[in-house]
């Protein structure tokens, strides 16, 4: 048997009537607790699942490619990389 042990915390927000009103009425529908409403939602609007996040960022992948006012990728990353130690030692 697995057992996961999650830590809570404790956070307090404010509603308007509306709302209150709303979550209210879907909890007892439900038969769960607004927390228990608020929680789920949460985590469905902002917490990413593993294949969320890779599909996120392969989405981003090559999203510059097409960039004409951007210098040479190789030559910007070679200039940054200015190895000296081939100089340092007497090497060059």
Avoid: F
């Avoid at 979550?23 to 939602?41: F, N, Y």
Wanted: glycine fraction near 2%; charged fraction near 35%; aromatic fraction near 8%.
């Amino acid at each position: 048997m697995r057992c996961t042990i999650y830590i809570m915390r404790r956070t307090q927000i404010y509603l308007d009537e509306d709302l209150w009103t709303a979550l209210h009425a879907r909890a007892k529908t439900e038969k769960t607790t607004i927390s228990e409403l608020l929680r789920k939602a949460a985590r469905e609007r902002y917490q990413y699942t593993p294949e969320q996040r890779r599909a996120d960022m392969m989405a981003a992948v090559g999203v510059w490619k097409n960039r004409t006012d951007l210098p040479d990728t190789e030559i910007y990353v070679r200039s940054l990389r200015k190895d000296t130690r081939r100089q340092r030692m007497g090497l060059n």
